[in-house]
């Protein structure tokens, strides 16, 4: 099923949210960042972190057409360094903001799928 995108902690911190369990009601609230601009990811992959100290990051979806998919990347690929820093030394929200940081960026990211590899992605503004 296609998806045109996600709602994930760039979204939901703009808010403060209110469940109203007795009338089945949620409210959004707007919060002190709720002004602030964001991009969406640019990159076309979702993935998540697991592991030790969640320091693998692991591919769960590649949008058809996107910068991931013609970068050459699969599902439970495992990017193991983005621009040759180990994906181990950062965050889950520095690596969403690389991904999410500047239209046309191109990135070196090194995989791991049954070997080694790396590969380049260009970053698209997709909305």
């Known amino acids: ?7 994930g902690v760039d979204v939901l911190k703009k808010f403060r949210i209110v469940f109203d369990y007795t009338n089945n009601v949620m409210y959004l609230i707007s919060s002190l960042g709720f002004g602030e601009s964001f991009e969406h990811d640019m990159s076309g992959l979702e993935y998540y972190a697991t592991g030790n100290g969640f320091s693998h ?7 058809p057409g996107s910068p991931g998919d013609k970068a050459g990347l699969e599902e439970d ?3 193991t360094a983005i621009n040759f820093k180990p994906v181990s030394s950062m965050t889950l929200e520095q690596i969403d903001e690389i991904f999410r940081s500047r239209d046309n960026r191109i990135l070196f990211l090194d995989v791991y799928h049954d070997q080694k590899f790396t590969t380049l ?6 909305i």
């Open 1 to 7: 099923m296609p998806r045109d995108g996600n709602l």
């Open 57 to 63: 990051i692991i591919i769960a979806r590649v949008e």
């Open 77 to 79: 690929d495992e990017i």
């Open 121 to 126: 992605i260009t970053l698209k503004r997709r």
